[in-house]
């Protein structure tokens, strides 16, 4: 297999190291807390799911879909950004409905990139972001996630250094892993660069209903213009908890939307016509849910950060995603974001992922997903304090121990 022209463009997925040990654990009868993977544990609203039993059970409802969605997926999708953003979108030219964000996104990298183009993308990123390039042909430039000057500085290096120039630039807010938040002004600069400079702008917005603190999320969209130069992807996995049902969409840019359709129609036949109905029946049905999932989201945050500070490991809060970025608890910072990742498996039954698989740039971080109870999060703090001070990690316990 390593004789594969795409397959030796892949670096090792650090990642499913860790999976492995996992799955291996859980085999063998270990209780594990998984904080891995972005998995959501809650179901999707009731009437999603009785609306996929309804139209399940008709008999002209089991062939081919259509690739691109039905025409009802689609306008649910648009008004869903009129009524959110205030933008507006033409079902039929600006929006396809895809199999999740990330089949959207490694699609229409496909459909968009030559051999040899550069693309700009964050690093620490969403592993798709760049890989789904890297397996089209392309060379990865990579710029902060962090969206402050040390980006735009980063962006213009780019474009005045690279040979060949930048096509693409890749983005995604809030964030996976780092759970960073962006303004509308930081949508509008980048526009503004990208129509200066030639590039397309694929926007990952795969969070936007996850977020705290009463800050609502922005899409890239409504910046006037954006259309021109930019694409966003969405996805129902986190907003209605539908992870398993694959269901997200491309909007924007006629032209990208264009390729992606194009390129999907060679590909897929679409996802199941129940499971499109089910998504129009989330979209265009109650949204008390997607309130109640960002409250409980909220309170796991809470609940994360607090307990597994007390247990010795200070974790930054995250204003929006399911994640916390979390820095290595200084003393063991040397172990590594993978080494230290093993450990917390094998010592502490807690699973985490190493920031390194995001990018060399998440060395020394790991992501702790928010998918387990409040319970199992206190019991995951209880694992993890234990753990520090085998390790020789003072805790808070043992300071004031030591203290009196």
């Known amino acids: 297999m390593s004789d594969f022209y795409r397959i030796k463009r892949l670096p090792p997925y650090v990642i499913a190291e860790v999976n492995a040990m996992r799955a291996a654990a859980r085999a063998a009868g270990e209780d594990i807390i998984d904080l891995g993977m972005g998995n959501p544990d809650l179901p999707p609203p009731e009437h999603v799911i009785e609306k996929l039993c309804e139209v399940a059970r008709k008999p002209d409802a089991h062939g081919y879909s259509a690739s691109k969605g039905i025409p009802g997926l689609r306008k649910a999708q648009a008004g869903y950004y009129a009524r959110r953003f205030g933008v507006e979108l033409d079902p039929e030219s600006e929006v396809v409905v895809t199999l999740g964000s990330k089949e959207g996104l490694a699609n229409l990298a496909q459909a968009i990139t030559a051999p040899g183009d550069v693309v700009l993308a964050p690093n620490p990123s969403y592993p798709i972001h760049t890989f789904g390039f890297i397996i089209a042909g392309a060379t990865i430039r990579s710029v902060p996630t962090t969206p402050d000057e040390r980006y735009f500085a980063a962006l213009e290096r780019a474009v005045k250094f690279t040979v060949p120039k930048p ?72 907003t209605y908890s539908m992870a398993g049902w694959r269901m997200g969409f491309a909007v924007g840019n006629k032209t990208l939307i264009a390729a992606l359709t194009r390129v999907k129609s060679y590909l897929d036949y679409g996802a199941f016509t129940p499971i499109q109905a089910a998504a129009v029946a989330a979209i265009n049905g109650p949204q008390d849910i997607v309130e109640k999932n960002r409250e409980l989201y909220k309170r796991r945050r809470d609940v994360l950060v607090e307990s597994f500070g007390r247990a010795g490991w200070d974790i930054p809060v995250p204003r929006a995603s399911m994640f916390c970025w979390a820095p290595l608890p200084p003393a063991l910072a040397h172990l590594g974001s993978l080494e230290f990742s093993k450990q917390l498996l094998t010592h502490a039954g807690v699973a985490v992922a190493p920031g390194v698989g995001y990018g060399e740039e998440g060395e020394g971080f790991v992501r702790i997903a928010m998918v387990e109870n409040e319970q199992r999060i206190r019991q995951a703090a209880r694992n993890v304090k234990r753990y520090l001070q085998s390790m020789g990690v003072n805790t808070p316990g043992q300071q004031k121990a030591i203290g009196e």
Request: no cysteine; proline share 7%.
């Open 167 to 238: 096509s693409v630039l890749v983005m995604g807010y809030p964030s996976n892993p780092t759970a960073e938040v962006v303004d509308l002004a930081f949508y509008e600069r980048v526009v503004a660069f990208a129509k200066e400079h030639g590039l397309w702008i694929l926007s990952d917005l795969a969070y936007s209903e996850l977020y705290y603190d009463g800050v609502p999320t922005p899409s890239i969209l409504q910046v006037p213009g954006a259309k021109d130069v930019a694409v966003e992807f969405t996805s129902m996995s986190k």
